[in-house]
């Protein structure tokens, strides 16, 4: 046990050792979360038009789900997907950033046990300081497992959709710069 502060001039005694079920439940989670961005790094490479090993180059420098599916609406608009369906797209981009919010606070938190209990210990100042020791139970864990499993179902559903409706990219452009021959 080390003794870590909570407040100024508070301490409280605390082991960063939590139970094994929240370490699987945090793996299932990172699991989850992790193919549904390979889901969507797939379908950037196949709306782009370009070989898979490629289109890994590019993707895997797109550090989160919210930029992936940024970069995913803009390749529908370059296609001119129906606006309706980017609509709809877009009301499941604003679930999967809300779903990323409370995936990050359980896979990047610290996890520790206080008096037998684990607990996540929450800092973040997005506007306003959280500084709190947050409980949360195996049952939050498995209800986020299953709406990561939900969402990217959701996902695969308007993917189908979409792919079934998106023009081929137009043809390629010259480039809009002089090109110097060498």
């Given amino acids: ?17 939590v139970s094994r079920r929240i ?6 989670v990172s699991n989850a979360w992790s193919q549904l961005e390979r889901f969507i790094d797939i379908e950037i490479w196949y ?6 090993e490629v289109g890994a180059c590019i993707t895997a420098h797109l550090q989160s789900a919210e930029r992936r599916l940024q970069c995913l609406v803009a ?7 129906d606006d309706k369906l980017i609509k709809e797209f877009h009301k499941l981009v604003e679930s999967i950033s809300d779903m990323a919010r409370q995936r990050n606070r359980i896979i990047h ?32 864990l498995d209800t986020l497992i299953r709406k990561i499993a939900k ?8 993917i189908q959709r979409i792919r079934a409706t998106a023009p081929r990219l137009p043809g ?6 002089p090109v110097q021959s060498q």
């Fill in 109 to 140: 938190d610290p996890w520790i046990n206080t008096q037998g209990k684990d607990h996540r210990w929450e800092i973040t100042a997005n506007r306003t300081l959280v500084m709190d020791i947050k409980d949360q139970t195996m049952s939050d």
């Fill in 75 to 81: 390749i529908f608009r370059l296609r001119k997907v």
């Fill in 172 to 177: 390629t452009s010259p480039p809009s710069w």
């Fill in 1 to 17: 046990m080390s003794t870590s502060p909570t407040a100024p001039g508070e301490t409280f005694d605390v082991s960063f050792h």
């Fill in 151 to 158: 969402i990217t179902e959701d996902y695969h559903n308007i």
């Fill in 23 to 28: 370490y699987e439940r945090i793996g299932r």
């Fill in 47 to 52: 709306f782009s038009e370009i070989r898979d």
